[in-house]
Structures are given as C-alpha cells and as structure tokens.
Nanobody, 114 residues
Framework: VQLVESGGGLVQPGGSLRLSCTAS????????MGWYRQAPGKQRDMVAI???????HYADSVKGRFTISRDNAKNTLYLQMNSLSPEDTAVYYC?????????WGQGTQVTVSS
C-alpha cells in the first residue's frame, strides 16, 4: 500500500487547508484511515480517524474545526482544517490500518503563521 499526502503549506492563523491522501495498489475501502501529526520535538498524535463504515473520531484539540472524510471510489482520504492556529503546525501523516497491517504516508508539512 502506498499513501501519498498533498495539500500542506503555509497558512495564516484562522485560515483553512484541505489535505488529501491517495492510496494505491489496495482495496481502499477495507482500511480504517486516519490522520496523525507530529510537531518538532513532540510525539506523533492522532488527529482524526474514519472507519470503514464512515464513523469518525477526533482528538479533542481539533473537534469542531477539522473534518475527516473519505471517497472510496477515488481511493482518497481528506482532512478539512478550518480555524487553524499556530498550535496546528506539524507534519501531517496519513495512516491506513487493516487487521494490524499498518501503513504510513511520507507526511506533508502544515505551517500556521502570520
């Protein structure tokens, strides 16, 4: 399974970004998909997860601001991020999990700064 993220960049506080993660060579619909992030000097933390039936789970720090979604027909995972703050600055990673088989993307940098 190959996961390729895109959509990161520099955005001002209060702004929005949409991340995408495209999966190749896999039956995308069977995977529990998630977004994680890692800030400099910190551990990698879960941001949001979406299950195979579309149920979603969010870290408390992003609830009400971020939305995770998936398009199984396009093998693509999304993360819509609104009301961004400097505390959201991190490398964001796409994650796929199926019965213990886990895969990571290479990450995309999100920087929130004025």
């Amino acid at each position: 399974v190959q996961l390729v993220e895109s959509g990161g960049g520099l955005v001002q506080p209060g702004g929005s970004l949409r991340l995408s993660c495209t999966a190749s060579r896999t039956r995308f619909e069977i995977y529990v998909m998630g977004w994680y992030r890692q800030a400099p000097g910190k551990q990698r933390d879960m941001v949001a997860i979406i299950t195979t039936d579309g149920s979603t789970h969010y870290a408390d720090s992003v609830k009400g601001r971020f939305t995770i979604s998936r398009d199984n027909a396009k093998n693509t995972l999304y993360l819509q991020m609104n009301s961004l703050s400097p505390e959201d600055t991190a490398v964001y990673y796409c994650h796929a999990n199926y019965i213990g088989q886990a895969y990571w993307g290479q990450g995309t940098q999100v920087t929130v700064s004025s």
